[in-house]
């Protein structure tokens, strides 16, 4: 497990377009898909990292809590599945299952949305307003498998909080910290150190 943190796109970024199947119906989810949303979270994750594992009973709740809201979630999973087979479309779809995921989990068999977003580990989280420019990228909480803090998701919240009611997210965001994505043989981008 290498100890990776989010490139931290520049706030302000227009947000790349992808057409990637969903894991449980196969239907390609795009961002016109979430056109009527006033927000949209970008949430790059995977079903066998310890730090994914460590906040997928927020990362849950969070779907459910904003499932009414004016906030459209996608959630995409970018690890070479021949090497990581947890993390293969099938066994997304059954961790959707497990998890009671109540938002769009999509498979990049190609890592090239991975790479439009400049994602380099799981979890990372991109906030996008109605422009669809970046408006957050960073951390959920200050929570890790090791430091025994709650996950509360506080600093995703507060972003996509401030969205839905029209104000600024604040410029002081903290990288995510995760597993590297797991990129397949001589496919690792530029910027992923």
Same mark, same amino acid.
């Given at each position: 497990?290498? %100890? =990776?943190?989010?490139?931290? !796109?520049?706030?302000?970024?227009?947000?790349?377009?992808?057409? %990637?199947?969903?894991?449980?119906?196969?239907? =390609? @989810?795009? %961002?016109? =898909? +979430?056109?009527?949303?006033?927000?949209?979270?970008?949430?790059?994750?995977?079903?066998?990292?310890?730090?994914?594992?460590?906040?997928? #009973?927020?990362?849950?709740?969070? $779907?459910k809590d904003y499932f009414t809201s004016d906030l459209g979630i996608v959630a995409i999973s970018a690890n070479d599945a021949k090497n990581y087979p947890d993390d293969a479309p099938d066994s997304l779809k059954a961790f959707v299952t497990e998890q009671g995921f109540t938002f769009t989990l999509c498979y990049d068999e190609t890592q090239e949305t991975a790479k439009?977003? =400049?994602?380099?580990? @799981?979890?990372?989280?991109?906030? +996008?307003?109605?422009?669809? #420019?970046?408006?957050?990228?960073?951390?959920?909480?200050?929570?890790?498998?090791?430091?025994?803090?709650?996950? @509360?998701?506080?600093?995703?919240?507060?972003?996509?909080?401030?969205? !839905?009611? $029209? #104000?600024?997210?604040?410029?002081?965001?903290?990288?995510?910290? $995760?597993?590297?994505?797991?990129?397949?043989? $001589?496919?690792?981008?530029?910027? +992923?150190?």
């Amino acid at each position: 497990m290498a %100890l =990776t943190t989010s490139t931290m !796109l520049p706030l302000g970024t227009k947000a790349p377009d992808f057409h %990637l199947p969903e894991v449980v119906s196969g239907k =390609t @989810t795009s %961002l016109a =898909t +979430f056109a009527d949303k006033k927000a949209l979270l970008v949430m790059f994750i995977c079903r066998h990292c310890p730090f994914v594992k460590h906040v997928q #009973k927020e990362l849950a709740q969070l $779907g459910k809590d904003y499932f009414t809201s004016d906030l459209g979630i996608v959630a995409i999973s970018a690890n070479d599945a021949k090497n990581y087979p947890d993390d293969a479309p099938d066994s997304l779809k059954a961790f959707v299952t497990e998890q009671g995921f109540t938002f769009t989990l999509c498979y990049d068999e190609t890592q090239e949305t991975a790479k439009a977003y =400049t994602a380099a580990c @799981t979890p990372d989280f991109f906030v +996008f307003d109605q422009q669809r #420019k970046l408006v957050y990228r960073g951390q959920l909480d200050d929570s890790r498998p090791s430091n025994g803090k709650p996950v @509360t998701g506080a600093d995703l919240r507060a972003a996509i909080d401030a969205v !839905l009611a $029209g #104000k600024s997210v604040t410029d002081e965001q903290k990288p995510s910290v $995760g597993c590297n994505i797991k990129w397949k043989p $001589g496919n690792a981008p530029s910027y +992923f150190g």
